[in-house]
Every structure is written in C-alpha cells, then in structure tokens.
C-alpha cells in the first residue's frame, strides 16, 4: 500500500476531497484560527513606533507557528498510524483548496442574473468582493464575477497546490498564512501601509511563479476548451498583465480576458470612493451571463494542467 503514501495520491486525494466537500462546518478551518492569531498579535503590536519591524516580526511569527504545528500534528499523526498519518495530510492540504468554494461562489451570483434578479446578484457578488455592488448593471456583475474567479484561482487553487508540491501540508498550510496574512493586514492604509509591508511583500513573492504557471496551464487547458482565442489569450497576457496592481493578479486575469474576447477592469467605487484600474483585454464583444461558466471553466483547466506539470516535475526530478 505504499503508493497511498506517495505524494502524488496525496495531492490528487486532497484536490478531490476539496471538489467533493469544500469547507465542511462541523470542524474549524485552520484559516479561522489563523485570522483569530493575526488578530491577536496585530491588536498587541500594530502601535507606536517601529510598526514596520513589528510588522516582520507578525510574519514570521505566524509563518513558523503555522508551519511547526503542522509539522508536529503531522509527526504525531503518522506516528500513531500510517493511516491516520495519511487522512490528517490529505485533509490539511485540502482546506488550503477553494475550488468547490470559488466555483459555488461565483454560480450563486450566475443563479439569479439567469433568472432575471439582479439584487440578488448584487448581494452574493458583495460576498466575494470588496467593491460596492448596490447599483451595478448585469454587465458590471458579470465583470466582477469573472475577475474574481480569474485571480483567485491563484491564490485559492494553484498556489497551494505549488506550495503542496514542493513541501506537503506544513508548506502548503505556511503559505495559507501568509496567504491571510496579506488579507488582514496587507493593505496600503495609514493604519497598515508600514505593519502590513512584510506581509505584503512575502505574498507577493510566494506567488510570483505560480501567478506566471496559471496563467501558462490555463492556455493550455484552453487547446480542449471550445470559443478560446488562444492567440488573443497570448498576446493580451503578455501585454496586460502587468498592469494590474498586484505584480501577480493580473496574469490568470488578462489571460481570461484574451481568451474569451472581453475587457477586465475599470471603474470600479469602494465605499462610495470611484478607483480607475487599468484595463486587460480588448471588448471584442458585450459581456455574456456565459462568461461566469467560462470562467470556470477556464478555472478548473487551469488547475488540472498546473497539477499534471507540477506531479510531472516532481516525479522528474524524483
């Protein structure tokens, strides 16, 4: 029964655990407890002076605390039984994957602009993003939707499967932290600009290549994926992508944009406060209620490709 407790079992065991039950609620999930730990330390440290130093303190605090408790959990686990070993590490990596909860998320906003009700669609679109959804058209809903599945898959599916790769549960969990830790604290605001910048600047560096990867896995998903302009896809990735803000959000998002024919970004308003981003992708066409499936779909190829390069090269250089 070896092969059960070979990496690759491992990962695609985790992925499918994920797409089968998501986030169940009758246990805590480890991001929870992360949240509740930043919190703790933020209220204690983000103050007075020195607030950048203590804000690299944060960082690694977490990060190693994260990184050890797993580690240890997983010490113990496989020393009781190989067995239990092996479902703690599945079930670990797996709440570091939000494919079901990504895709679930974005059909809850597709379900009721089919059926022709747009405030319901305004409202589950305000569960996924920060900006103000109140007065948003369909288009602007649709747009919305897309450009949240298109970068999360970053962040939500990829990069913890890249992280799983190079170093199991205790990294794929250490990324998770820095991962929230960039969430809460990793903002360019009076209260977090200098506490947040090692938070900030750690998130930007664990998803550089995975950011570039998806974007690569998703092209070619697209060969099997019918209506992509794969040549589009190409040519607008590489000339918007860097425009986004993140140095790494806009490479799953302009390749969305190039492969289906649409334009991402714009005007967006926070609290009633208007913010202009640059735009990705040429609107060759309207936006489409189609274009959130698309999306998903564009989603899940991403990530099944990305897993079958990342499995390859780990058994390559095994």
């Known amino acids: ?126 569960m996924i993003v920060g900006r103000d959804t109140e007065s948003l058209s369909e288009s602007e809903i649709i747009r919305g939707t897309v450009e949240t599945v298109a970068e999360n898959t970053v962040d939500g599916i990829t990069a913890p499967l890249f992280w799983a790769i190079i170093g199991g549960a205790p990294f794929a969990l ?24 090692a938070s900030a600047k750690l998130d930007d560096l664990v998803n550089w290549l995975p950011a570039r990867m998806t974007a690569l896995s998703m092209w070619l998903a697209a060969i099997f994926i019918k209506e992509s302009n794969m040549k589009n896809g190409w040519k607008i990735t590489r000339r918007d992508a860097r425009k986004h803000p993140s140095p790494n959000s806009g490479w799953s998002e302009a390749m969305v944009a190039g492969l289906t024919g649409i334009q991402l970004g714009g005007i967006n308003f926070y609290r009633g406060i208007k913010s202009v ?17 698309k999306a998903i779909v564009y989603m899940h190829g991403g990530w099944m ?3 079958i390069i990342g499995l390859g090269i780990l058994l390559l250089f095994r």
Not at 49 to 73: A, C, D, M, P, S
Not at 183 to 194: A, H, I, P, Q, T
Not at 277 to 293: V, Y
Request: aromatic share 10%.
């Open 174 to 197: 250490a990324y998770r932290a820095i991962n929230t830790l960039d969430s809460m604290v990793g903002y360019k605001d009076v209260r977090y600009l200098e506490f947040g910048w």
């Open 1 to 126: 029964m070896s092969f059960l407790q070979d990496p690759v079992f491992i990962l695609v065991a985790a992925i499918l655990v994920d797409l089968w039950i998501g986030d169940p609620r009758l246990f805590p999930h480890p991001v929870i407890i992360m949240g509740k730990l930043i919190t703790c330390l933020e209220n204690r440290w983000n103050n007075g002076e020195n607030r950048k130093r203590k804000g690299i303190v944060l960082t690694i605090t977490v990060v190693l605390v994260v990184f050890l408790i797993t580690h240890t959990l997983l010490f113990l686990a496989y020393h009781l039984h190989w067995v239990v070993g092996l479902l703690v590490e599945i079930y670990l990596i797996s709440t570091t994957i939000a494919a079901k909860g990504l895709s679930s998320a974005a059909k809850s906003v597709l379900h009721p602009l089919e059926n022709g009700k747009l405030d319901e669609a305004r409202r589950e679109l305000s």
């Open 277 to 293: 981003r640059a735009t990705m992708g040429d609107p060759l066409r309207e936006f489409m209620r189609s274009d959130i499936e």
């Open 305 to 307: 490709v990305f897993l």
